[in-house]
């Protein structure tokens, strides 16, 4: 008797919890962000630099393409903050997408309404200069380069380069290519103006992480792409001088 009662004690134990799980994953679905997106991943394709994903939401399908990383196939996810590209050319595939998303906030868990842990956070981390994820602080230590300027420079003083060309030495933390028919790429020198540590520069020229590279092209003040894509300081039609 004593036994049964102790299976019967555990088993409405567990049934508390199993209930209470669901009433807090309920609590946390009804919250979501509205700008968020659930779907379920259909299909994955990994290329050096991107995972391009097939997912469905509400029985329609869409292309995303995420930064390079492990996703599961029949799992769910959620995104916010993407970039419509129409008639998109993969060269590494050698595959035309009709409509694909480049998507900047993409995650195993719900993207509640005002909650910093998920509303607009990155692993990556984020700055004033972006509104978008960018990489960490590394710890980089670059000499200017000749008649050029640093980072600290560039956005203390960012009214003074509007719309000049300008010539900048920096470390390569990240690239990515083929955004908008331009690759994108980040640069530290070590510097930083407040938290404005990282450079983002938009070229047709390809390097990899790690190089240090010297950079030239026009600064632009508060450019805005759309989706998410917007900076307030931002290096465009860069060509590189000097690796």
Same mark, same amino acid.
């Given at each position: 008797?004593?036994?049964?009662?102790?299976?019967?004690?555990?088993?409405?134990?567990?049934?508390?919890?199993?209930?209470?799980?669901?009433?807090?994953?309920?609590?946390?679905?009804?919250?979501?962000?509205?700008?968020?997106?659930?779907?379920?991943?259909?299909?994955?394709?990994?290329?050096?630099?991107?995972?391009?994903?097939?997912?469905?939401?509400?029985?329609?399908?869409?292309?995303?393409?995420?930064?390079?990383?492990?996703?599961?196939?029949?799992?769910?996810?959620?995104?916010?903050?993407?970039?419509?590209?129409?008639?998109?050319?993969?060269?590494?595939?050698?595959?035309?997408?009709?409509?694909?998303?480049?998507?900047?906030?993409?995650?195993?868990?719900?993207?509640?309404?005002?909650?910093?842990?998920?509303?607009?956070?990155?692993?990556?981390?984020?700055?004033?200069?972006?509104?978008?994820?960018?990489?960490?602080?590394?710890?980089?230590?670059?000499?200017?380069?000749?008649?050029?300027?640093?980072?600290?420079?560039?956005?203390?003083?960012?009214?003074?380069?509007?719309?000049?060309?300008?010539?900048?030495?920096?470390?390569?933390?990240?690239?990515?290519?083929?955004?908008?028919?331009?690759?994108?790429?980040?640069?530290?020198?070590?510097?930083?103006?407040?938290?404005?540590?990282?450079?983002?520069?938009?070229?047709?020229?390809? $390097?990899?992480?790690?190089?240090? $590279?010297?950079?030239?092209?026009?600064?632009?003040?508060?450019?805005?792409?759309?989706?998410?894509?917007?900076?307030?300081?931002?290096?465009?039609?860069?060509?590189?001088?000097?690796?």
């Amino acid at each position: 008797m004593k036994k049964q009662i102790k299976l019967f004690i555990l088993a409405m134990g567990l049934i508390a919890i199993t209930v209470s799980c669901k009433s807090k994953d309920t609590d946390r679905e009804a919250n979501l962000d509205p700008a968020a997106h659930k779907v379920k991943v259909e299909e994955v394709i990994q290329t050096s630099n991107y995972t391009y994903i097939r997912a469905s939401e509400n029985e329609n399908e869409v292309w995303l393409a995420v930064t390079r990383q492990e996703v599961e196939k029949g799992k769910t996810y959620y995104f916010k903050n993407e970039l419509l590209m129409n008639n998109f050319e993969s060269k590494e595939l050698k595959r035309t997408f009709g409509t694909i998303l480049f998507v900047q906030q993409f995650t195993t868990e719900p993207i509640l309404v005002n909650n910093p842990t998920t509303q607009g956070a990155a692993p990556q981390g984020t700055s004033p200069g972006s509104k978008q994820a960018v990489p960490e602080k590394k710890t980089v230590k670059v000499e200017p380069a000749d008649g050029g300027v640093t980072i600290e420079k560039l956005f203390s003083q960012k009214s003074t380069y509007s719309g000049k060309s300008v010539k900048i030495r920096g470390e390569v933390v990240k690239f990515s290519p083929e955004i908008m028919g331009k690759n994108w790429i980040h640069i530290q020198d070590g510097t930083a103006n407040g938290e404005d540590y990282d450079l983002t520069i938009t070229t047709m020229e390809k $390097v990899n992480v790690g190089d240090v $590279v010297v950079f030239e092209g026009n600064i632009t003040l508060d450019k805005d792409f759309g989706a998410g894509y917007a900076y307030s300081l931002i290096m465009e039609d860069a060509v590189l001088v000097k690796k």
